[in-house]
């Protein structure tokens, strides 16, 4: 039920967004949901099965995302809750904060 909930609130809010199953050694262990607009790219969803999350796979994909947003020449935004571990990752990564409120911080990645 609250797979359905999200899903038609992001379908909503994020309709022209890529959704993309990741997969590691032909089974899927996750999703990506991007929308890549003209002046920036917005990482809308990462999520990761338990058993695949901190061995760098995440850090990956967002590393990607990085690349690709320098090569565009657009920044890469993201929204994370404020307990989430992954908030370290996205800091490491060089992102930094561009508004938050209660529950979320909002943060960047500009092109290098």
């Known amino acids: 039920m ?5 899903r038609r609130s992001y379908a909503s809010a994020y309709g022209r ?3 993309q199953i990741v997969e590691q050694d032909g089974q899927p262990i996750g999703r990506l949901m991007v929308l890549r607009e003209k002046d920036f790219t917005l990482l ?3 999520a990761l099965l338990a058993e695949h999350r901190g061995h ?5 994909l967002v590393r990607d995302l990085i ?3 320098a090569r565009d ?3 890469l935004r993201l929204q994370v809750l404020r307990t989430n ?4 990752l996205y800091e490491r990564l060089g992102f930094t904060r561009t508004g938050e409120d209660q529950m979320y911080l909002q943060m ?5």
């Open 2 to 6: 609250q797979f359905d909930a999200q």
């Open 85 to 88: 571990p992954a908030l370290r």
């Open 44 to 46: 809308v969803d990462i």
């Open 17 to 19: 967004a890529e959704h």
């Open 67 to 69: 690349q690709q947003c």
């Open 108 to 112: 960047e990645r500009r092109p290098d």
């Open 73 to 75: 020449g657009v920044p």
């Open 56 to 60: 760098g796979t995440g850090g990956g």
